[in-house]
């Protein structure tokens, strides 16, 4: 049957149809009958198990997946001893943070949440020249990557991290099977320029992000809202050059002034009066939506063009500012249709060309600005997530959880676009919950983790646990008991995290 694609239709019209007010509608209420409406059929896939292919890599840990998870997963794996290997179908590590634009790193707004692996890449970021400390207030905790991960240096410092560790890694190479024995992969395929090619290892680490691997290997899966079946929208992430960030600064101070007198920013009145070299985020929510909304009226925009709009100026990248948007509109694109997504793509990167002329023309400090950098990797916050030994909730986030075989705390908010953030309770300063490591394997397959946003939670608990620095923590512990337990002879899904020694693990609870 030929593949079809739903026709984009405005978010606003959307909005209407599928009545979400209710922030409760997303989030799911847990029950077995949610749960299934969001279960992805099995996909189509080769059995590769009789074919003669040769067989490139025999090794203890074979990564797919170089994003924050991945990467970490490698790298951790390898530091304890595995011999590793790192499959990534494209030519830099970092996934969305290098190929999709992706940036900053979020904070976790959970004290206490950088693990080591974390600190060690600060510090090596740091070594060359990339500032990592965000121009917030100093008594604003920001945990977890410190924010400022800059695409160009962060590419060149994977590539060091994963030499020095020993990690093989193999660029240009896509998984396209695996082949499965007795509840465990025995190898999984990969596509290269040389033709196909089998990789076997004793266990296994799914970084996809589009849990691509534990779906080959016959691992139940979920995909979008439990409600509506809906994923999170995609966006198509660029950056501007030849800003004159600091014009831009006062103008959206100007803009704050004019329309919104009561909700004048205190960290950006107080980078006013230092006049110090601002670090701006500028976004439409709540704030300059008056002026987007005059381009609508114009002509220059669409109204799907502005229902997200977000800029971060980039420490470090003089003139330059990392635009989180166009979103796509999430009726008419979905992240778990090949089709379709591939078609977000040519959709998203028209609206980039209006916002872009838009500012040009319209937002003072963009005079001189031009595009400079394009995704080449579309933004998926969302496609198919695991369901693991443990199922992350909603829940498990308003209750703030924390679980002895714990492998990372984050207190970051349930960030569900198209849902204003306020609906959700946050957790208060201080409560964090934890991720536990029975989130990262699976009942069905024994030598196999999953970390990174693709692992064990609902489509809500995803839409925290997603951030950079979870990932990255969560690749970490991955790679970390991966070695662990072929040293020791325990299989990963078997392995109890909290019985490591408490010096082998990257993260160990409070209780
Ligand atoms: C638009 C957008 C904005 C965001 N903003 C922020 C933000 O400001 N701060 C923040 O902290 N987080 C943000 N996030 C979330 C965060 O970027 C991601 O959730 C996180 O990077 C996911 O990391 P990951 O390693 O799980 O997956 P990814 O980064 O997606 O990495 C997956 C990797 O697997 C590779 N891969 C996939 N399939 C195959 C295959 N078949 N064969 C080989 N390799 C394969 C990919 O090429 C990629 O390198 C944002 C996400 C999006 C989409």
Same mark, same amino acid.
């Given at each position: 049957?030929?593949?079809?694609?739903?026709?984009?239709?405005?978010?606003?019209?959307?909005?209407?149809?599928?009545?979400?007010?209710?922030?409760?509608?997303?989030?799911?209420?847990?029950?077995?009958?949610?749960?299934?409406?969001?279960?992805a059929?099995p996909m189509a896939s080769v059995d590769f198990s009789e074919a003669d292919l040769p067989v490139w890599f025999d090794v203890d840990v074979c990564v797919v997946g170089g994003g924050?998870a991945g990467t970490a997963a490698a790298v951790s794996a390898a530091r304890k001893g595995a011999k590793t290997v790192l499959v990534e179908r494209g030519i830099t590590l970092?996934g969305?943070?290098?190929?999709?634009?992706?940036?900053?790193?979020?904070?976790?707004?959970?004290?206490?949440?950088?693990?080591?692996?974390?600190?060690?890449?600060?510090?090596?970021?740091?070594?060359?020249?990339?500032?990592?400390?965000?121009?917030?207030?100093?008594?604003?905790?920001?945990?977890?990557?410190?924010?400022?991960?800059?695409?160009?240096?962060?590419?060149?410092?994977y590539d060091?991290?994963c030499e020095?560790a020993g990690v093989e890694v193999l660029y240009d190479a896509a998984l396209v099977g695996a082949i499965t024995d007795s509840g465990k992969i025995a190898a999984c395929v990969v596509q290269t320029v040389e033709g196909l090619a089998k990789i076997t290892a004793k266990v296994f680490i799914d970084a996809t992000g589009d849990a691509l691997l534990s779906r080959f290997a016959g691992v139940p899966a979920?995909?979008?809202?439990?409600?509506?079946?809906?994923?999170?929208?995609?966006?198509?992430?660029?950056?501007?050059?030849?800003?004159?960030?600091?014009?831009?600064?006062?103008?959206?101070?100007?803009?704050?002034?004019?329309?919104?007198?009561?909700?004048?920013?205190?960290?950006?009145?107080?980078?006013? $009066?230092?006049?110090? #070299?601002?670090? +701006?985020?500028?976004? !439409?929510?709540?704030?300059? @939506?008056?002026?987007? =909304?005059?381009?609508?009226?114009?002509?220059?925009?669409?109204?799907?063009?502005?229902?997200?709009?977000?800029?971060?100026?980039?420490?470090?990248?003089?003139?330059?500012?990392?635009?989180?948007?166009?979103?796509?509109?999430?009726?008419?694109?979905?992240?778990?249709?090949a089709?379709?997504?591939?078609?977000?793509?040519?959709?998203?990167?028209?609206?980039?060309?209006?916002?872009?002329?838009?500012?040009?023309?319209?937002?003072?400090?963009?005079?001189?600005?031009?595009?400079?950098?394009?995704?080449?990797?579309?933004?998926?916050?969302?496609?198919w997530?695991i369901?693991g030994?443990?199922?992350?909730?909603?829940?498990?986030?308003?209750?703030?959880?924390?679980?002895?075989?714990?492998?990372? $705390?984050?207190?970051? #908010?349930?960030? +569900?676009?198209?849902? !204003?953030?306020?609906?959700? @309770?946050?957790?208060? =300063?201080?409560?964090?919950?934890?991720?536990?490591?029975?989130?990262l394997v699976t009942n069905e397959i024994s030598n196999l983790l999953v970390a990174g946003?693709c692992?064990?939670?609902?489509?809500?608990?995803?839409?925290?646990?997603?951030?950079?620095?979870?990932?990255?923590?969560?690749g970490?512990?991955a790679g970390?008991a991966a070695a662990w337990g072929i040293r020791?002879g325990v299989e990963a899904n078997e392995v109890?995290?909290?019985?490591?020694?408490?010096?082998?693990?990257?993260?160990?609870?409070?209780?």
């Amino acid at each position: 049957m030929e593949k079809s694609f739903s026709i984009p239709i405005s978010r606003r019209s959307f909005m209407k149809l599928a009545g979400l007010a209710a922030a409760g509608t997303l989030l799911g209420s847990g029950t077995d009958d949610r749960k299934a409406e969001a279960a992805a059929p099995p996909m189509a896939s080769v059995d590769f198990s009789e074919a003669d292919l040769p067989v490139w890599f025999d090794v203890d840990v074979c990564v797919v997946g170089g994003g924050a998870a991945g990467t970490a997963a490698a790298v951790s794996a390898a530091r304890k001893g595995a011999k590793t290997v790192l499959v990534e179908r494209g030519i830099t590590l970092g996934g969305l943070a290098t190929q999709g634009c992706v940036f900053p790193c979020m904070p976790t707004f959970a004290d206490g949440s950088d693990t080591p692996y974390i600190e060690d890449l600060n510090r090596r970021m740091e070594a060359q020249g990339s500032p990592t400390q965000l121009g917030f207030e100093t008594d604003t905790y920001y945990g977890g990557g410190k924010g400022q991960y800059m695409p160009e240096f962060l590419t060149f410092v994977y590539d060091e991290m994963c030499e020095e560790a020993g990690v093989e890694v193999l660029y240009d190479a896509a998984l396209v099977g695996a082949i499965t024995d007795s509840g465990k992969i025995a190898a999984c395929v990969v596509q290269t320029v040389e033709g196909l090619a089998k990789i076997t290892a004793k266990v296994f680490i799914d970084a996809t992000g589009d849990a691509l691997l534990s779906r080959f290997a016959g691992v139940p899966a979920e995909k979008g809202s439990e409600k509506t079946g809906r994923n999170q929208p995609m966006s198509l992430r660029f950056e501007m050059s030849g800003i004159d960030v600091g014009k831009v600064y006062h103008f959206s101070l100007q803009l704050l002034k004019d329309y919104e007198k009561n909700v004048f920013d205190k960290m950006v009145e107080k980078a006013l $009066r230092e006049h110090r #070299p601002p670090f +701006i985020e500028f976004a !439409k929510w709540k704030k300059n @939506e008056y002026f987007f =909304k005059e381009g609508v009226s114009s002509g220059e925009l669409t109204e799907d063009d502005i229902l997200y709009i977000q800029a971060f100026s980039m420490t470090g990248k003089p003139h330059t500012m990392s635009m989180n948007c166009p979103e796509m509109p999430p009726l008419g694109f979905s992240s778990t249709d090949a089709v379709s997504r591939s078609k977000a793509v040519s959709f998203g990167r028209k609206m980039a060309r209006r916002l872009a002329a838009f500012f040009k023309a319209n937002l003072p400090g963009f005079e001189e600005a031009y595009i400079s950098r394009e995704a080449s990797m579309v933004g998926v916050r969302e496609s198919w997530r695991i369901r693991g030994k443990y199922y992350m909730e909603a829940d498990d986030y308003f209750k703030a959880r924390h679980f002895p075989d714990a492998v990372c $705390r984050t207190a970051y #908010p349930i960030d +569900i676009h198209d849902v !204003k953030l306020d609906l959700f @309770e946050k957790l208060k =300063k201080g409560q964090y919950y934890e991720i536990p490591y029975r989130a990262l394997v699976t009942n069905e397959i024994s030598n196999l983790l999953v970390a990174g946003r693709c692992a064990s939670g609902s489509f809500a608990a995803q839409a925290s646990f997603r951030i950079q620095p979870t990932c990255m923590s969560m690749g970490e512990a991955a790679g970390i008991a991966a070695a662990w337990g072929i040293r020791h002879g325990v299989e990963a899904n078997e392995v109890r995290w909290e019985t490591l020694p408490k010096n082998e693990r990257s993260y160990v609870s409070e209780g």
